[in-house]
């Protein structure tokens, strides 16, 4: 099993920057692929940003490409969201979500542990 605390979320306005991070607990976090989504109200939560287990591979969806970066450090058990150039539209709960396996992948029901969500809002 695993754990996930996600922090990094706030107030920021058009235009500006945030760092998310996802802290997971146990010695077995690089066997985990990890995904970012978000939930804004009233929506359905929606995939934001996936790594594999590895690193190596990532993926976005198409309206955070080129502003949005996903990244890894196994060593510290840590996965990460840089968002530059956050838009009002950004405005969500983000949630770091992990499934055991190598495969990069894309829906909700595909990850079984997921942290406890971080807000992010964005001024106009």
């Known amino acids: 099993q695993v754990q996930l605390v996600e922090s990094g979320g706030g107030l920021v306005q058009a235009g500006g920057s945030l760092r998310l991070a996802c802290a997971a607990s146990?010695?077995?976090?690089?066997?985990?692929?990890m995904g970012w989504f978000r939930q804004a109200p009233g929506e359905e939560r929606e995939f934001v940003a996936g790594?594999?287990?590895?690193?190596?591979?990532?993926y976005y969806v198409d309206s955070v490409k080129g502003r949005f970066t996903i990244a890894r450090d196994n060593a510290k058990n840590t996965v990460y969201l840089q968002m530059n150039s956050l838009k009002p539209e950004d405005t969500a709960v983000y949630y770091c979500?992990?499934?055991?396996?190598?495969?990069?992948?894309?829906?909700?029901?595909?990850?079984?542990?997921w942290g406890q969500g971080t807000q992010v809002t964005v001024s106009s």
């Open positions: 146990g010695r077995t976090f690089s066997f985990y692929a």
């Open positions: 979500a992990a499934y055991f396996g190598a495969v990069l992948l894309t829906t909700t029901r595909a990850y079984n542990y």
């Open positions: 790594i594999n287990r590895s690193g190596g591979s990532t």
